[in-house]
């Protein structure tokens, strides 16, 4: 591992020499000799791609995305003061808005214009590391301030949908919320749930408030003097996924949810998944999804994933699938599970199938044109419990007009860009300079 660079000195490079050694040896040299390679194929016949015409179904004409950043700032003086700020955003086009777009050089005041009257924004700030209120912990500091951005910024509607997804609103059921531990005590022998619909109660071990908030998990990232940056970064993604949903309640609750499922495609930038503790929201999720395609309301929601395993690895194979030239159909590769163990993850049989406790999408490959590539998340609704699902467009909620209407989005400024992730990105995202800057100055950490 090479010394990384600091505030005066540069990183340590790797040696320009250091082959020599393994060339010289003696046994790399028998093992080389002895392995023997396949020959070279320009074919890829183990992803399942299929063609499809984006022309066979209806596209949605209206688009919300959902996007975060976060900025990180550390004092210059000692002790290291630290702030996490942030910052998320939901905005909403139609596709004449983003028809106007340049696909290749779009022009920034162009594109601020456009976001201008068409998205929202809720911004926060976490102390991580040596910032005080008086008489108050860091740890129970943070706490009420997850509790107070989600009630008081943007009018409570995201900590609505936070109740409406914890008590499952929209089945009628009035169930309690899903159990955790408490923050005070934090006896992992005993689980906490809150009653239907309540903002708070106590814990019955030792009668400390708890607050619905606390539910979500974030109290188990921390200590009782500090929080680490993982912190911010969950608020961010649990923050983007309530934003995601909140036209879904605003649309159950006032009536026009048929509207919603013929009209409006959900888009995320990321995975669809939650790791960790904030796994006890995915129940809920799949719960909503799959009611709302059994009542005949198909909620059409995608993640886009721009970085990771299935991203390099859908680079290396992508030059292989249709479309090989303009004109031609683009193609989707829906990935079982099975499929991801054996060629993505390289992976033993597992006790539990990809995703089981994490994801409520499943992957696909998709390429709409010859150079534009990119994985997307797709829910099912309920997790498909077996290996070799999901294996075709039924098991995906709304595949078809989710693939109808990507096309008219394809953006050439980046590598498997979609329009509506541009936009939601540049109304989102905190730039290391000069936000950062400008941000440690407002919070006088210089």
Known sequence: MPYQEGSRLGRETASKLGHL???????????????EYPPADDSDAVTPWVSFDPAKARPLPT?????????????????????????????RMD??????????????????????????????????????????????LVRHIIRDSMKMDLDGQVYETLKWLAYQKWDGTNQRSPEFECPHCKDKESKQSLPYDADETRCTVCGQVMYLTDMVGFHLEMSEDSAPVSLASA??????TLLLLLPVRLAWEQGWIHELSNNYLLIKDGPLMLRGQYVKLIDGIRNLLAWAAKAGHPIHLMG??????????????????????????PSYAILSHEFIRQHIQRAPDMRELYGHRTNY????????????ATVINVPTGQYLNAADRPHDAADLIGLDRILATLPAFISHRF????????????????SSYPSAEVLKMFARLR
């Open 415 to 430: 590598e498997g860009g979609l329009i509506p992730i541009e936009l939601a990105n540049g109304v989102a995202s905190l």
């Open 63 to 91: 688009v919300i995305a959902v996007d975060g950043s976060l900025q990180t700032i550390m004092s210059d003086d000692l002790p290291r003061r630290e702030l996490s700020f942030v910052k998320t955003a939901l905005l």
């Open 21 to 35: 050694q393994v060339l010289k040896s003696d046994f790399v040299r028998s093992l080389i000799q002895r392995f």
């Open 361 to 372: 999408g499943e992957k696909v490959f998709l390429k709409l044109d010859p150079h534009h």
């Open 235 to 240: 608020y961010m993604l649990i923050h983007e």
């Open 304 to 329: 886009q994933e721009k970085t990771g395993l299935f991203v390099d690895h859908l680079g290396t194979i992508a030059r292989f699938a249709s479309p090989q030239h303009r004109g031609e159909s």
């Open 95 to 140: 596709e004449h808005r983003i028809a106007r777009i340049d696909r290749d050089m779009p022009h920034p005041i162009h594109m601020r214009d456009l976001a201008k009257d068409s998205a929202i924004y809720h911004s926060t700030v976490f102390p991580l590391k040596n910032v005080f209120v008086p008489d108050q912990t860091n740890y129970d």
